[in-house]
């Protein structure tokens, strides 16, 4: 079972996690949802796909 919920993110927060996650999801060839991310905790989950990189 799934629900939907709402967070309420500033816009220019929101738009810079979006270009971190496509430069991220193209370094590392695969498809990284955003939805996903925001589950994990989207900070936290950035740190983990840069350190696949280094």
Do not use: C, F, N, Y
């Not at 799934?2 to 500033?10: E, H, K, L």
């Not at 996690?17 to 430069?23: D, S, T, V």
């Not at 999801?25 to 900070?43: F, N, T, Y």
């Amino acid at each position: 079972m799934t629900q939907q919920i709402t967070i309420r993110v500033p816009a220019k927060e929101l738009e810079e996690w979006r270009l971190k996650i496509k430069e991220l999801s193209d370094r590392l060839g695969m498809r990284i949802a955003l939805s996903e991310l925001v589950r994990q905790g989207v900070p936290k989950a950035i740190e983990e796909l840069e350190s696949r990189i280094k």
